[in-house]
């Protein structure tokens, strides 16, 4: 089998530099272009230099479309209004789109949905190993625990994240949500402020911190009467996102299309 020729869309970002390292380092699959949005300092230049790695014959492009039309998978760890630009042209190809941005509106959610009837996308709040093991942890416990059961999920990131509550919580409370047997619109707290009056029973609340280097802290409470269940995982290094997104991308090239996620990819 040849060798999967993967693209890095955002290239220069934290994420992206992590990205080019991780497919260099994989075996199965080669960088075969990168993006960035127009206008960065980064295009033009060698994207195995960026990385720190040296000369890979591989320049930063401005043109997405050129990039994925020479690919047969793209890692995305962008921005929203990106991604969803680029999970039109990922399915004009039938390409394997590998979604890890964060941050979408329902409206992005359904455009992203209906591009997964032509491409193959994997998407995910988190491609760790850890978190994916965590959240079918969370629903199983939330499963078996009964409304009685308070849950809380508390998120910490870097100073520099600009959505909230991340991707991670969410995923965290969906699965808490569907192991309970209710819908998360119906029970998600986001906010508190004020005068809120007592907890309303079998709410799941999400709390965002940011500050300082913080790669990404998650824990889900599930506090009762007289005991309380905490369950964590912490992110030490972005490698273990990146890591993911290969394998995710290597799982997706012989899959139909469709909407996929890294549960699916690590069969959890
Ligand atoms: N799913 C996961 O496992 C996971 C892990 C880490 C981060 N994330 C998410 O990934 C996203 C990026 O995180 P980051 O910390 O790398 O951010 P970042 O700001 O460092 O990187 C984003 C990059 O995307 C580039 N970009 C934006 N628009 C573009 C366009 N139109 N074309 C090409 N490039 C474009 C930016 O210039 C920037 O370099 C966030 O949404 C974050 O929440 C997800
Ligand atoms: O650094 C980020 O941004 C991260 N985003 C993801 C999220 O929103 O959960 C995953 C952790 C790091």
Not at 1 to 10: F, H, K, V
Not at 242 to 264: E, N, Q, T
């Amino acid at each position: 089998m040849n060798d999967l020729r993967i693209a890095i869309m955002g290239a220069e970002g934290r994420m992206g530099q992590q990205l080019v390292r991780a497919v260099a380092a994989s075996e199965g699959c080669v960088v075969a272009g990168a993006t960035e949005r127009p206008g960065s300092v980064a295009v033009g230049k060698d994207i195995g230099v960026l990385a720190g790695l040296g000369p890979m014959g591989v320049n930063v492009s401005d043109n997405a479309e050129a990039v994925i039309a020479a690919s047969d998978a793209i890692l995305d760890f962008t921005a929203p209004a990106a991604t969803l630009k680029f999970a039109d042209m990922a399915a004009c190809g039938g390409i394997v789109h590998v979604i890890g941005t964060t941050g979408f509106s329902q409206e992005d959610e359904a455009k992203i949905r209906a591009a997964a009837e032509r491409a193959r996308i994997i998407k995910a709040g988190n491609m760790s190993l850890g978190v994916n093991l965590l959240t079918a942890v969370t629903r199983r416990v939330s499963a078996a625990l009964d409304m009685d059961f308070d849950i809380e999920i508390v998120e910490m990131h870097h100073r520099h994240k600009v959505d909230a509550p991340s991707g991670t919580a969410l995923m965290l409370a969906h699965a808490a949500a569907d192991g309970r047997g209710v819908s998360l619109e119906d029970t998600a707290v986001r906010v508190r402020d004020g005068h809120t009056g007592p907890r309303a029973k079998g709410a799941i609340g999400m709390q965002s911190l940011r500050g300082g280097s913080v790669v990404g802290d998650h824990t889900v409470i599930l506090a009762g009467e007289g005991e309380r269940i905490e369950l964590t995982h912490r992110a030490e290094d972005r490698s273990i996102f990146a890591r993911g997104a290969v394998k995710a991308a290597l799982w997706g090239r012989d899959k139909a299309p469709g909407l996929y996620s890294m549960i699916d990819v690590l069969g959890l």
